[in-house]
């Protein structure tokens, strides 16, 4: 088992911002301007597959050509505020994250995948959108402070500590409400959750990947049949999140790519609701998210609704 450093690596050029995003895993900043915008969004509808709905981050297509120009225009859109605000560190992997309007639309709680040795590396996604977000058109949600409650092992093989009380985390979580050109830059461990789009215009945000400029790439797997107390860990090469075939497919498997680097022990922790009690105030996301579905379902807009109109009259 690890321990996270002592004292994260720094990353941000300015202390105050890096110690807001240390203690709450999570800082919001202003990030593309008016330019950045257009370019980017232009540039969406320009590559983006027809048949993308629900839920889409451009890491999942099957289409390399967009994942790879997606990748490259949208880290070169960052360098001016990645340079504005960050040192020592390397942009790795940028995607388009779409939620086009429809109830199948949303992110079930959870942490991202860990991609680094989490002992010495922190990894960070700048998660900056093109449009104005609410509730209604599915904007994030994070579990302020939960990047640091256990240092976990993450992939989709190994059990989520909190997946006994994930409905639950709802009632803690705070909505990030940011305008178009801003950024909300998390830490990957954070936990996170997005209603779906119940608006009638597709949501488009970049996501950016970046880390330490030193770090390397781990990824994690769990095979409960070789040994139950262990994980395996894998070397993989900066390139990973764009080339990596499993996203949208066989994610549960055994990775195919990557350097055995053999088993490491894991502890699995787990928490319960009295944890949540304990350690988080309530907060009225799930007021607000309730509020918005039950208009959703008085006057039904999006993908769902339009197809259920066309059912009707064809
Ligand atoms: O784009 C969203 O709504 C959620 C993104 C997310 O949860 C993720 O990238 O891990």
């Given at each position: 088992?690890?321990?996270?450093?002592?004292?994260?690596?720094?990353?941000?050029?300015?202390?105050?911002?890096?110690?807001?995003?240390?203690?709450?895993?999570?800082?919001?900043?202003?990030?593309?301007?008016?330019?950045?915008?257009?370019?980017?969004?232009?540039?969406?509808?320009?590559?983006?597959?027809?048949?993308?709905?629900?839920?889409?981050?451009?890491?999942?297509?099957?289409?390399?050509?967009?994942?790879?120009?997606?990748?490259?225009?949208?880290?070169?859109?960052?360098?001016?505020?990645?340079?504005?605000?960050l040192?020592?560190?390397?942009?790795?992997?940028?995607?388009?994250?779409?939620?086009?309007?429809?109830p199948?639309?949303?992110?079930?709680?959870?942490?991202?995948?860990?991609?680094?040795?989490?002992?010495?590396?922190?990894?960070?996604?700048?998660?900056?959108?093109?449009?104005?977000?609410?509730?209604?058109?599915?904007?994030?949600?994070v579990?302020?402070?939960?990047?640091?409650?256990?240092?976990?092992?993450?992939?989709?093989?190994?059990?989520e500590?909190?997946?006994?009380?994930?409905?639950?985390?709802?009632?803690?979580?705070?909505?990030?409400?940011?305008?178009?050109g801003?950024?909300?830059?998390?830490?990957?461990?954070?936990?996170?959750?997005?209603?779906?789009?119940?608006?009638?215009?597709?949501r488009?945000?970049?996501?950016?990947?970046?880390?330490?400029?030193?770090?390397?790439?781990?990824?994690?797997?769990?095979?409960?049949?070789?040994?139950?107390?262990k994980?395996?860990?894998?070397?993989q090469?900066d390139?990973?999140?764009?080339?990596?075939?499993?996203?949208?497919?066989?994610?549960?498997?055994?990775?195919?790519?990557?350097?055995?680097?053999?088993?490491?022990?894991?502890?699995?922790?787990?928490?319960?609701?009295?944890?949540?009690?304990?350690?988080?105030?309530?907060?009225?996301?799930?007021?607000?998210?309730?509020?918005?579905?039950?208009?959703?379902?008085?006057?039904?807009?999006?993908?769902?609704?339009?197809?259920?109109?066309?059912?009707?009259?064809?």
């Open positions: 088992m690890f321990e996270f450093p002592k004292k994260m690596l720094p990353v941000f050029k300015d202390p105050a911002v890096q110690e807001i995003f240390e203690r709450d895993g999570y800082v919001v900043l202003p990030f593309y301007n008016e330019q950045e915008i257009k370019e980017l969004s232009d540039l969406y509808y320009e590559l983006h597959p027809v048949n993308e709905h629900g839920f889409f981050p451009s890491t999942f297509s099957h289409d390399k050509n967009y994942r790879q120009t997606a990748d490259s225009s949208i880290r070169k859109a960052c360098e001016r505020s990645a340079n504005l605000y040192e020592n560190v390397k942009l790795v992997c940028g995607a388009f994250i779409v939620k086009t309007p429809s199948e639309s949303g992110m079930c709680v959870h942490q991202d995948m860990s991609l680094l040795d989490e002992s010495r590396f922190t990894g960070i996604n700048i998660w900056a959108t093109l449009c104005d977000l609410s509730v209604e058109n599915g904007t994030i949600f579990l302020k402070g939960s990047h640091r409650l256990f240092p976990t092992y993450r992939g989709s093989s190994i059990p500590f909190f997946q006994n009380v994930s409905e639950e985390i709802i009632d803690y979580l705070e909505p990030v409400l940011i305008k178009a801003e950024a909300v830059f998390f830490d990957q461990s954070i936990i996170h959750y997005s209603p779906p789009n119940y608006s009638n215009k597709i488009i945000v970049t996501n950016t990947y970046f880390t330490h400029k030193d770090a390397e790439y781990r990824t994690y797997f769990y095979n409960p049949e070789l040994d139950p107390n994980v395996e860990a894998f070397e090469s390139s990973f999140m764009t080339d990596f075939e499993q996203f949208g497919n066989n994610i549960h498997e055994r990775p195919k790519v990557g350097k055995s680097l053999g088993l490491v022990e894991y502890n699995f922790p787990k928490i319960d609701a009295a944890y949540l009690r304990a350690n988080f105030k309530p907060t009225n996301a799930r007021e607000l998210i309730n509020a918005v579905q039950r208009e959703h379902q008085k006057t039904p807009k999006g993908e769902g609704f339009l197809s259920r109109l066309k059912g009707l009259f064809s």
